[in-house]
């Protein structure tokens, strides 16, 4: 099991920009997809962002492709998401996940997760 800490939260103005980061306990943690998702007020929790062990491969989901970047220090146990042109339809928790398997991340399913950090977006 993977222990997570998420971390740059706050509040911006549209059109701004927030790095969150996500610090992760372990030897194993170069072992482990990663991924970013969000819950809005009233909501359910959505996929943003997944990156695979190496960072070799990410994904997206559409509405934040051209605007977020997904990547990790594998070194450093840690995963990004660095949002710019933020929207205040972003604004939600966001939550830091890691699963061995990329594909449970990509679908929603991944293991374990974070507390979550708040992310406002006022316009």
């Known amino acids: 099991q993977v222990q997570l800490v998420e971390s740059g939260g706050g509040r911006v103005q549209a059109g701004g920009s927030l790095r969150l980061s996500c610090a992760a306990s372990g030897r194993t943690f170069s072992t482990y997809a990663m991924g970013w998702f969000r819950q809005a007020p009233g909501k359910e929790r959505e996929f943003v962002a997944g990156?695979?062990?190496?960072?070799?491969?990410?994904y997206y989901q559409d509405s934040v492709k051209g605007r977020f970047t997904i990547s990790r220090d594998n070194a450093k146990n840690t995963v990004y998401l660095q949002m710019n042109s933020l929207k205040p339809e972003d604004t939600a928790v966001y939550y830091c996940?890691?699963?061995?398997?990329?594909?449970?991340?990509?679908?929603?399913?991944?293991?374990?997760w974070g507390q979550g950090t708040q992310v406002t977006v006022s316009s």
């Open positions: 996940a890691a699963d061995r398997s990329v594909r449970k991340v990509v679908d929603g399913s991944p293991r374990d």
């Open positions: 990156i695979s062990w190496n960072g070799g491969n990410t």
